[in-house]
């Protein structure tokens, strides 16, 4: 049985940090591109972050790039995103997504708050 586990959400105040990370289990982690979403507000599709191919090449979308890091560690199943400078409009809940053929695999859903 395949699991993402997410940790790292929370409040931050405008141009601080926050790392996340996901922890996959039950799956070879190693061969698997690997992706960080969110969705603001609740209902809205969620959009791609980031993402970190197999080989470890590298993809975010135009609102982080500069300012958000993926990456990803195989000996510890594990996938990161590093934000840095954030923005109120960083604030959304935050998805691990692991893809394979006929569907995706999502993490429980991490709260980032960037608020003063």
């Known amino acids: 049985q395949v699991q993402l586990v997410e940790s790292g959400g929370g409040l931050v105040q405008p141009g601080g940090s926050l790392r996340l990370s996901c922890e996959a289990s039950?799956?070879?982690?190693?061969?698997?591109?690997m992706g960080w979403y969110r969705q603001a507000p609740p209902g809205k599709q969620r959009e791609l972050v980031a993402?970190?191919?197999?080989?470890?090449?590298?993809n975010y979308a135009d609102s982080v790039k500069g300012r958000f890091t993926i990456s990803r560690d195989n000996a510890k199943n594990t996938v990161y995103l590093q934000m840095n400078s954030l923005k109120p409009e960083d604030t959304a809940v935050y998805y691990c997504?692991?893809?394979?053929?006929?569907?995706?695999?999502w993490g429980q859903g991490t709260q980032i708050t960037v608020s003063s």
């Open positions: 993402s970190i191919t197999l080989g470890g090449s590298r």
């Open positions: 039950g799956i070879a982690f190693s061969f698997y591109n």
């Open positions: 997504n692991l893809r394979v053929i006929g569907g995706d695999y």
